[in-house]
């Protein structure tokens, strides 16, 4: 089963479970907060993945030889695309000649990326994604991404708009957040801490990021901590823990409520 589909059932569940006092969410409100922050957590990744895509270059060189290295490293990864270099720009088109397959996901739509900095003491990416897709989302908006040879820790922000192709629902929103690789580097994953926000159907949503370990390979984080400040005045905080190598445990805590369940990662 999917995440999206152990997300459904969750809040299947807590239709039937979740407390009727009015200080803790109602079963309406679970719902509504998990397909939110689900929708929000598959937008964050398929932003990251670009960005990632985005670091594949030497640092302290000319903007332009960080540009050509980025060209050689699309052309050579994803020969699916075609991508057309102007100073230090680059714009790739995913899918341009055939089907375009990232880390095991499909991708489609366009990505420009300018390097418009590449030194020792500071690197800076711009990106934009016009219709860049996975399949399960389209993204469009812009995020800056900044870093250092000294410290591998990337400073990540982003204004973006996304529809969730399975319902077509839809969010606008911003953040700000420091991502650093795990230990096994990008190629795993990455941590992350900061905040994002976000206009839905119901309102203005707040995440807070606490320690979040994302691996590429998961549905979901491996470890780590946020907290959603939902429309409804009321928190969610939602905790992941590791239990095995296919399967992680999250808890979500409303004011009164504690509710897990067990995601596994599709064989």
Known sequence: M???S????VALLLTAAACRREEDFTSEEVAQALSELEADSQAGA?????V?????FTIGGAVQEAAEELRAFVATQLPCASVALSGGQLRVEYGANGVCLYRGRPFSGTHVLEVSRNAAAEVRVEHQWIGLSNGRLQLDGTATATWNLADPA?????ELVWTRLSDGRT?????ERVQRPLEGGLAEGFSEEGSRRWVGERGAWDLLIDGVEVRWVDPVPQAGRVVLDTPFDKSLDVEFTRRDEST?????????????????SEP
């Open 2 to 4: 999917s995440a999206s």
């Open 6 to 9: 152990h997300l459904a059932v």
């Open 46 to 50: 398929l932003a990251a993945e670009g």
């Open 52 to 56: 990632e895509i985005g670091t594949r």
């Open 154 to 158: 990337r400073r990540v922000e982003h």
């Open 171 to 175: 969010g606008r929103g911003s953040g």
């Open 248 to 264: 992680i445990r999250v808890t979500f805590q409303g004011p009164r409520r504690e509710f897990s369940l067990d995601v596994r």
